[in-house]
Every structure is written in C-alpha cells, then in structure tokens.
Nanobody, 122 residues
Framework: QLVESGGGLVQAGGSLRLSCATS????????MGWFRQAPGKEREFVAA????????YYADSVKGRFTISRDNNKNTVYLQMDSLKTEDTAVYFC?????????????????WGQGTQVTVSS
C-alpha cells in the first residue's frame, strides 16, 4: 500500500527526488516518514512530516540537504535529496504512522513500503 519510486544512481553532489504513493487509506490522517538502510547497518530515521506540511523533522545527517513534503491531494509524500554524499547510499523506505505525534524512530510506524535503492557514486 506504500510504493516508493525515484531511486537510482547519481554522482556525489547531485540530486534525486523520491516519491511514496499510498492507496487504500485516508492519507492526510497519517504521519509519513522516510527511513534508510545501508548494507550491514540498521534502518535509520531520515525525515518525517506531520499531517500539516509545516511540521517536518530531519536526522542531523541530512538536515539542510533533504526536504520532506507531502501532497494530500495526490496521496504522495516526497523526499527531495540535494548535495548527495556517498554515505547517503542506502535503500530508502517510506512508512506511515497513525500516532498523534511525529515519531522520529522506527517505533510507531506500522506500514512500510518495499524500498527504493539510492546509490551515490564518488
């Protein structure tokens, strides 16, 4: 029910925009998050956005480079990734939470997409 797209191969310093489309639920009622998992590492929080697009949260490692946004009319959440670094290479997942606050950890997100690969080359 969550389908990510937009991943790919990009050179360091480049940009990508990930999309996560939802279906079968009232999208505007859910907090949406992006997470990533690099090979051999645990899945980690990247960014999250509440029901109102104004409240967004970021991991320190991506703050100032990534921007999360949502379009409730299109049932889609986006992750604009600029100034990409090789350490951003990972599988990126979107997730949905019905919590009354914006979780910034894996706990609280019950619905997950399958992920999209982002590879940043040097």
């Amino acid at each position: 029910q969550l389908v990510e797209s937009g991943g790919g191969l990009v050179q360091a310093g480049g940009s990508l925009r990930l999309s996560c489309a939802t279906s079968g639920r009232t999208f505007s009622n859910y907090v949406m998050g992006w997470f990533r998992q690099a090979p051999g590492k645990e899945r980690e929080f990247v960014a999250a956005i509440g029901w109102a697009a104004g409240n967004a949260y970021y991991a320190d490692s991506v703050k100032g480079r990534f921007t999360i946004s949502r379009d409730n009319n299109k049932n889609t959440v986006y992750l604009q990734m600029d100034s990409l670094k090789t350490e951003d290479t990972a599988v990126y997942f979107c997730a949905a939470s019905s919590r009354s606050y914006v979780p910034i950890s894996l706990v609280g997100y019950l619905v997950w997409g399958q992920g999209t690969q982002v590879t940043v080359s040097s």
